[in-house]
């Protein structure tokens, strides 16, 4: 029976989807909108000139990186990438954008700093656009629906207008709580002075000054090469993590479980899990730090005492969840799982066992 609903136990379908009640769980069937806005695609070209040149300038710093670059420019790059991407993975999106955690104001004056040498736009716009992403995923007013396709929700969304829903829903998403923020106010006041010199400037000129670099590899390698690989890891989360890989939480959605992905992206490609619980800090549920580098930092500062009040998701709930709605791909429980057979158990050595 088809109903409407103003929200779902995804956390990610809202207002207007229209969903079928199935088996305890929820099954989408179709979006629609009320009034829908007129839309007609109109092409940015002067980003399609940009992203071109990005894309060609990183192809030769990438030839230079095997041909002449110095090994210390090469560390230096990737360096810079991963700084950059836990500005967004740690920053951006875990504290800000998902207030999973919080942090003391010397974390959070780090992660601004990687957050404008990453260049995504300043926390506030980046925050707000991936809080309509969660609120309105997969429908028009999805910056980068991947329904759309995986070019469109790749780059292409970034090389046209804007969907007017997307600007619609887009006002209605509370950020008062960046507003608060005096780091992200600075941040955004003076964004276009310190973007250049943190994203451009400043990782050019150090393999320059430092170490003797030609500006031809510092420029093509450690910058333009630097920046464009972390753009498309970012990216790739809202396209390949959106349309392939295993959804063991919800597989109603489009959100997939992608492990390339989570490597390539510090750990933001265990999407599946995510959007179902968009509020853990982790964005996964897992056991160690091999395939998340972003919670590896952020413990680390928990532990040093900048970052604190680390919400997670309990197994019971995580069980729970997975039974439900889940597609059958996640693993055994562990021991008190129904599968475990009992030949399995007699075998298994219990070590300081109690009587």
């Excluded at 109903?3 to 989807?17: A, K, Q, R, Y």
């Excluded at 998902?98 to 506030?124: C, D, E, G, M, S």
């Excluded at 050019?204 to 500006?215: A, C, G, Q, R």
């Amino acid at each position: 029976m088809a109903i409407n609903v103003n929200s779902s136990p995804t956390g990610v379908l809202f207002e207007e989807d229209l969903v079928d009640v199935k088996n305890g769980g929820v099954k989408q069937t179709k979006k629609v909108e009320s009034n829908p806005p007129k839309y007609k695609r109109e092409i940015v070209w002067r980003n399609v000139i940009l992203f071109g040149y990005l894309h060609i300038a990183a192809v030769y710093g990438f030839y230079l990186m095997l041909t002449s670059a110095k090994v210390l420019t090469i560390v230096w790059a990737v360096l810079l990438y991963q700084a950059g991407g836990l500005g967004i993975t740690a920053g951006a999106h875990r504290l800000w954008s998902h207030r999973a955690y919080k942090a003391k104001w010397p974390l959070r004056l780090i992660l601004v700093i990687f957050n404008t040498l990453a260049f995504q736009n300043h926390v506030h716009e980046w925050a707000r656009d991936h809080r309509v992403h969660h609120k309105y995923s997969e429908t028009n007013a999805d910056p980068h629906n991947a329904t759309r396709g995986f070019f469109f929700s790749h780059i292409g969304w970034l090389l046209c207008r804007k969907h007017p829903s997307v600007k619609e829903k887009g006002k209605g998403i509370d950020i008062s709580d960046l507003d608060a923020d005096p780091i992200l106010a600075f941040q955004k006041k003076y964004y276009m002075i310190l973007m250049p010199l943190a994203c451009f400037v400043i990782p050019t000129l150090i393999p320059m000054y430092l170490w003797n670099e030609s500006f031809t590899c510092s420029w093509f390698v450690a910058t333009l090469f630097r920046y464009t690989f972390t753009l498309n890891m970012t990216w790739l989360v809202n396209s390949a993590a959106h349309i392939w890989g295993s959804k063991p939480y919800d597989k109603t959605i489009n959100p997939s479980e992608n492990l390339p992905v989570a490597v390539l992206a510090l750990g933001e490609g265990w999407h599946n899990y995510h959007h179902v619980f968009p509020w853990d800090y982790k964005t996964a549920e897992l056991g160690n730090y091999r395939t998340n580098f972003t919670t590896a930092f952020i413990d680390f500062f928990a532990w040093l005492g900048w970052a604190y009040d680390l919400k997670t998701v309990p197994l019971s709930m995580v069980e729970s969840r997975v039974k439900r709605t889940g597609d059958g791909s996640h693993e055994v429980w562990g021991w008190n799982d129904k599968d475990l057979s009992e030949e399995e158990k007699s075998q298994a050595e219990i070590i300081s066992k109690r009587e």
